[in-house]
């Protein structure tokens, strides 16, 4: 009776009735610029879902994931003129995907990001750790409403060019169907097993 119900279980969560759509929704702003993409390629800068280019303001966006598939959140920053930094939260609306720090909410910091230098309009997949440039609320910005107080500001290690790559991985944690056939096979295999076992004492 167990098998049945896990069984059935598995064959309701492979239709795809038990997942609703994840929505990833970000609040960010940067001196002087942003535009930040979706990709499902870390080697390719994606999709638009959002830019700002006023560092005094937040700028919120937010887009719809497919199911069972791996994104990358890719940030440019752009500066006009020193200081430079980049600040964001972000906030994934379901536990079918999770932030490269296993959570559903992932803020700017130096653990769960790469960023690189180069040259704007240009792409290559980010490599280097980020540097710290302080907490929200820190001079010269001051503190950037709908982003937490514990939120640091980052940039690449050198200035480079005045432009700064950022990406950070967003991870399926739902089985690819076939995962769920052959879990399903498995289960059905077991379940003969099972019955053989009983027919025959």
């Known amino acids: 009776m167990k098998l049945r119900a896990i069984t059935a279980a598995l064959a309701l969560a492979c239709s795809g009735g038990v997942h609703a759509a994840t929505t990833l929704t970000g609040h960010a702003t940067a001196d002087n610029a942003f535009r930040a993409y979706l990709s499902t390629s870390d080697a390719v800068l994606g999709t638009l879902i959002g830019s700002g280019d006023n560092w005094g303001l937040t700028y919120g966006f937010s887009t719809t994931l497919s199911a069972n598939v ?12 020193r200081p430079e930094a980049f600040i964001g939260d972000f906030v ?8 490269s720090n296993g959570a559903q909410t992932l803020s700017t910091d130096l653990t769960h990001w790469k960023a690189t230098d180069g040259l704007w309009g240009s792409w290559s997949a980010p490599t280097g750790t980020p540097v710290d440039r302080g907490v929200n609320g820190v001079g010269p910005w001051g503190p950037r409403i709908n982003i937490a107080s514990t939120t640091h500001w980052i940039w690449s290690a050198s200035y480079g ?6 990406s950070t991985k967003i991870v399926s944690n739902v089985p690819e169907p076939e995962t769920y056939a052959m879990m399903l096979a498995g289960l059905g295999l077991l379940g003969a097993a099972a019955r053989r076992k009983r027919t025959a004492a």
């Open 92 to 99: 994934l609306s379901s536990t079918d995907y999770s932030f």
């Open 161 to 166: 060019t005045g432009t700064t790559y950022f």
């Open 70 to 81: 791996d994104y990358y959140l890719h940030i440019v920053a752009k500066d006009a003129g």
